[in-house]
């Protein structure tokens, strides 16, 4: 390979790795083995462990939560980049996990900020009632996989979501900054969850497939400002890899 195609290819080289070394894979382990239990409300399931990751490329969300029994129904869940996503309108999907089926079902909606599990119902802080607003419904092609696996007297959650449509969605209700504050869902150098497990949950849908009745004893897990770990996406591994080849052929001539 003459110079001038070594230079130009380590250019281009260079500029794809800078734009695939900003994709990374963020990934969160919490266990009650090191982080303990303090200020965690079982009443809806006790948790475990939870394993959750986002890929800032693919906007690929995995949120994987074990309990150390069977008493858990399904949860509700909104997850962002810090802080306590608790009453944070018109910012954040919330995820509706119903297991109380032979199959588990995922709804999505725009969290209305409120402390309640009402989102679905209601869209807005405001006082009143309004038209709750709806992302997707349980059959839409973001869920990748919503599971529910018992054995050893546990119970393992599993879900996995394309979070694309999540995060470009135009919230009907935007927050004091406008549509501009709207982050859907997932989490990078840092995340902070609202999680609330529920037992004895009962469930109901209309035509539309959204839900119409939402109710149980929950427990909860409020937090904010974990720290996670940072994975290089693959194909920036690759490059990176390439450019060193490149480097090493023009050394060698």
């Known amino acids: ?29 919490w266990s009650a083995d090191t982080d303990g239990t303090s200020g965690l409300n079982m009443r809806g399931g006790t948790f475990e462990s939870i394993h959750a990751e986002f890929n800032t490329d693919t906007n690929r969300f995995v949120w994987q939560v074990l309990f150390s029994d069977q008493i858990t129904d399904g949860y509700t869940l909104a997850v962002n980049n810090g802080p306590n996503p608790k009453g944070h309108a018109g910012e954040l999907a919330l995820i509706y996990f119903d297991a109380t089926g032979p199959e588990a079902r995922v709804s999505a909606y725009a969290y209305n900020g409120q402390n309640t599990l009402l989102t679905y119902r209601d869209g807005s802080p405001q006082a009143g009632e309004q038209t709750p607003d709806q992302i997707f419904d349980y059959n839409h092609s973001s869920i990748i996989e919503a599971s529910v696996n018992d054995f050893d007297g546990k119970r393992m959650m599993t ?46 849908y209309n035509n539309e497939n959204g839900l119409s009745q939402w109710s149980g004893q929950q427990g909860w897990f409020d937090g904010a400002g974990y720290d996670t770990t940072t994975v290089p996406a693959p194909g920036a591994l690759a490059l990176l890899g390439m450019g060193g080849l490149i480097s090493y052929r023009r050394n060698r001539k």
């Open 1 to 29: 390979m003459k110079n001038a195609q070594i230079k130009a290819a380590m250019i281009a080289c260079a500029g794809v790795i800078a734009s695939s070394a900003s994709a990374d894979i963020y990934h969160w382990d």
């Open 159 to 204: 879900l996995e979501l394309d979070a694309t449509y999540i995060n470009g969605h135009n919230p009907a209700y935007p927050g004091p900054e406008g549509p501009g504050e709207w982050t859907g869902i997932g989490f990078e150098e840092q995340l902070g969850l609202w999680m609330h497990p529920l037992k004895n949950l009962s469930t109901s």
